[in-house]
């Protein structure tokens, strides 16, 4: 019994080791797997490359001789550039734009997405170089165009702060009429005037496009609120001439009372002087019939 006892201890003891040393193998095999793989600058995981692996091969320099008009230009690059790149290499020695060059090899154009290398261009090889007119006087209209245009989204949006700050003014004026307050008559020429000088402003920029858009909408908002000021006039106007004709009619009034007040005057003076005469006339009547007058033959 203890025999099989000690068979027993010996062998769990051995499985043991033998889980642990699969453990131990897993364990190394799972960092060797890890090792095999490194993160790259750009954020891709690529596999490490082991000491055994054969090198990159380097990729040769060449020096082509590119003729500019009477000029010649002796510029070295990678012959697996693409023509793309020898341009921009090319502009900064002849001042051409990329976009406005044309660059010729054995007599054929070639696209700045081919490749020195497969057009087969070698080491000491002439390239010609030729300015393209047509392209850069596309790309000076291109420019002044995009220049026009950002000038003339400036100006409108310098007309729109503008147009802005007058707009809360007339809504102040108009929120004062609605509450009976005062408005005077030249707050609303001066802001009257005000916005029609910003919508010759809008009439003077030459916009295309969505600026277009914009400008019709900042037109259309100063119309509207140089209608609202000429009904706040008219408003205005209306109520002063009603004013005038109350105070016309009191004025009026008042002299017809005045005339009749003089009237009533001028009738109580002759009442007051017919009363004084009667009595004196009455008085010459008795003198004449009861004198008697002496006769002469």
């Not at 010609?128 to 209209?141: G, H, N």
């Not at 989204?153 to 003014?169: G, M």
Request: hydrophobic share 35%; proline share 2%.
């Amino acid at each position: 019994m203890e025999a099989m006892k000690s068979m027993k201890k010996e062998a769990i003891f051995f499985m043991a080791q033998n889980n642990n040393e699969r453990k131990k193998n897993d364990s190394v095999k799972e960092e060797m797997r890890v090792e095999e793989w490194e993160m790259r600058p750009g954020g891709m995981l690529v596999q490490k490359s082991s000491n055994n692996s054969h090198p990159l091969p380097i990729v040769p320099m060449i020096t082509v001789k590119v003729k500019f008009g009477s000029s010649y230009h002796n510029v070295s690059i990678s012959s697996q550039a693409s023509f793309g790149e020898l341009k921009k290499m090319l502009a900064g020695e002849t001042g051409v734009h990329p976009e406005d060059q044309k660059l010729m090899y054995k007599k054929k154009e070639r696209d700045s997405k081919a490749y020195l290398d497969v057009a087969r261009v070698k080491n000491g090889s002439k390239i010609v170089l030729i300015e393209d007119i047509t392209s850069r006087e596309r790309r000076c209209l291109e420019m002044l165009k995009s220049s026009r245009l950002h000038k003339a989204s400036k100006s409108i949006d310098h007309i729109t702060t503008e147009v802005n700050s007058l707009v809360h003014k007339v809504i102040s004026l108009e929120a004062a009429s609605g509450k009976g307050g005062i408005v005077a008559e030249k707050d609303i020429d001066d802001l009257t005037e005000a916005l029609m000088s910003k919508l010759v402003e809008l009439d003077g920029v030459l916009v295309d496009g969505s600026l277009k858009l914009q400008k019709t909408t900042q037109e259309r908002r100063v119309q509207k609120h140089i209608e609202i000021l000429d009904m706040l006039k008219l408003e205005i106007g209306s109520s002063s001439n009603g004013s005038s004709k109350v105070g016309n009619l009191e004025a009026e009034t008042t002299t017809k009372q005045k005339q009749e007040q003089q009237q009533q005057k001028v009738e109580a003076k002759a009442k007051d002087v017919t009363v004084l005469q009667l009595p004196v006339v009455k008085q010459c009547d008795a003198v004449v019939v009861t004198t008697k007058w002496e006769t002469f033959d």
